[in-house]
């Protein structure tokens, strides 16, 4: 059923013949991001900016409907709070306003978070549920939409960037830490690792795979810094806004 609880002859499998077709999609557009790059930079692209803001505002509202609606929602584990949640918000904020400091924070985890999400998902729910379409093209625009703003609007991460991610989650972690203890939450894996398999199973056992993380996230970010770093644009994206 679309909207019907999972059972195990529907689970989702890493790499199953679904799983390939959406990498296969998100490999594809993203390589009709950049091949198109030059005519996305037009201003008749701010009505679908727009219009893609909404639609993941009016998805993220059914999945949340659709979890009271099958009583799985919980506090625990259902708010906006881990980091692809917090990157989808950030996302719509980027589309509806096209601020710089929306980029600067949602570059790092698109590519590092929603990125290892699509490749890794820790999904109970296979095609054709309501919940593998929501998982998939929530992480996968999240991903699109800072190649969108990269290619085709010259917007590009600073030194500084990684700065503010640094502090930005710093200063969300013992809010996290509190809901998890207070709720009995895992939001960021930060009490166990995902029941499935993921990149998360290289960090080391708990709690040290944690701290593996925080140095991890500090290599990478600056590591993705000097890879998509460019100098100019930066510059033109400092005029956009902040």
């Not at 790499?15 to 790059?37: E, K, M, N, Q, W």
């Not at 917090?86 to 904020?93: A, E």
């Not at 809010?175 to 993921?198: A, C, E, M, Q, T």
């Amino acid at each position: 059923m679309f909207f019907g609880p999972s059972n195990i002859s529907s689970k989702f499998n890493l790499f199953s013949i679904s799983h390939l077709v959406i990498l296969t999609l998100f490999i594809l557009i993203g390589v009709a991001i950049f091949h198109y790059r030059y005519k996305l930079n037009d201003d008749k692209c701010r009505k679908a900016e727009i219009g893609v803001a909404i639609s993941l505002i009016l998805s993220e509202l059914i999945y949340h409907f659709w979890m009271i609606q099958n009583g799985i929602w919980k506090i625990g584990r259902s708010l906006p709070l881990e980091l692809c949640n917090i990157g989808l918000i950030l996302c719509v904020m980027l589309l509806l306003t096209r601020k710089k400091i929306f980029f600067e924070t949602l570059f790092f985890i698109s590519l590092l978070g929603a990125t290892q999400a699509i490749l890794t998902p820790a999904l109970s729910y296979n095609f054709p549920h309501f919940r593998f379409f929501h998982f998939f093209y929530t992480h996968m625009m999240i991903v699109w939409v800072i190649l969108f703003f990269m290619w085709a609007k010259g917007y590009y991460p600073t030194f500084k960037s990684v700065l503010k991610l640094i502090i930005f989650l710093n200063l969300l972690l013992p809010v996290i830490l509190f809901v998890n203890k207070r709720y009995n939450g895992n939001y960021w894996f930060l009490r166990h690792k995902p029941d499935s398999l993921s990149l998360f199973d290289l960090l080391g056992p708990y709690p040290w795979y944690i701290f593996t993380l925080e140095g991890l996230l500090l290599l990478l970010s600056f590591g993705v810094w000097l890879l998509w770093r460019r100098g100019e644009s930066v510059k033109n994206c400092s005029q956009v806004g902040d």
